[in-house]
């Protein structure tokens, strides 16, 4: 895992030999822009480097990260080496983890102004494009503390403390919100899609790919597939689980009644009306199912 240093702006390693522990660390999220900088700009300075807007946040938020005496912080554009396959694939499918284990987790939410309000109806953190993002919702649920910062960086508040806010605007219970870390399993698969129904991702895999940490499963990504990424996630979590709530889906389209398209769902969308949808909770076990080369096979009860 690389850190940056937040006095020196180096990278460095985790863990080696005279550090054998990831140290603490602070942890961004955000929603990339068109001028974010890579690891090898930051291993390779050149003198443009300080007059990108990337570069730019990484210097912001070290500092916050340092006022708060952090010597390390995680930002995901420049900490992972995206042209190295093997360590992308890596670093997505511990994504969840390293958001989950940061002390914080600083949300910068660039298109709110200083002198937002943010309860107003209308307000621009009601608004931000970052609550529409698919990667930021791990990002959101993942950490136990979540400070988030306008684009002037100036503190709007925590997730604890605009819990109920929060939750108005993502449809996310208050319990999830800050519990799900340890209390994952008391959420049905369909709770979980309904909560990135109305997200959006700019890769079509990555709406599957973003999801991963939040069902706790494993898988490579093969960028490409379009929407068979979302297939191969539901037939992962068919794997694992015997929760029938994957099943609770309404089809996008009046049109897409009229085609065979089987029991999975072609988009987290497609769960936007699955917020309700729990877990049973029955003295009986639940029946095996099991997806098979002629399709889905499961036994239940008339």
Not at 118 to 128: I, K
Request: charged letters at 20%; hydrophobic letters at 40%.
């Amino acid at each position: 895992m690389r850190l940056i240093n937040t006095a020196t702006l180096q990278l460095e390693s985790f863990p080696r030999f005279d550090r054998p522990q990831i140290p603490p660390y602070a942890i961004l999220s955000h929603r990339w822009g068109a001028d974010e900088i890579s690891l090898q700009e930051m291993q390779t300075p050149t003198p443009s480097l300080t007059s990108k807007l990337g570069y730019q946040k990484v210097v912001k938020c070290s500092a916050v990260a340092a006022s708060f005496g952090f010597e390390y912080i995680w930002i995901d554009t420049c900490c992972i080496d995206k042209t190295n396959n093997v360590e992308l694939t890596e670093a997505i499918n511990s994504m969840f983890n390293y958001y989950r284990d940061a002390d914080v987790c600083y949300a910068y939410l660039a298109d709110v102004p200083s002198d937002d309000d943010a309860s107003a109806e209308g307000s621009g953190f009601r608004r931000s494009s970052w609550f529409t993002r698919g990667w930021t919702l791990q990002e959101l649920i993942a950490p136990e503390s979540v400070t988030f910062y306008g684009g002037d960086w100036r503190d709007i508040g925590t997730k604890s403390s605009l819990e109920k806010l929060i939750a108005e605007i993502t449809l996310i219970s208050p319990f999830a919100l800050n519990r799900y870390a340890t209390s994952s399993s008391k959420f049905s698969v369909a709770q979980k899609m309904a909560w990135a129904s109305n997200r959006r991702t700019e890769r079509i895999e990555d709406i599957a790919y973003c999801l991963m940490g939040l069902f706790g499963v494993n898988m490579p990504l093969i960028y490409g597939e379009g929407q068979n990424a979302f297939k191969r996630l539901q037939l992962e979590l068919l794997k694992e689980s015997n929760d029938q709530s994957i099943f609770a889906w309404r089809a996008q389209t009046e049109t897409s009644q009229y085609y065979r398209r089987g029991l999975l769902a072609y988009h987290p969308a497609e769960f936007r009306d699955a917020h309700d949808i729990v877990r049973s909770v029955t003295c009986h076990p639940l029946s095996e199912f099991s997806m098979t080369n002629v399709g889905l096979k499961i036994t239940l009860p008339l």
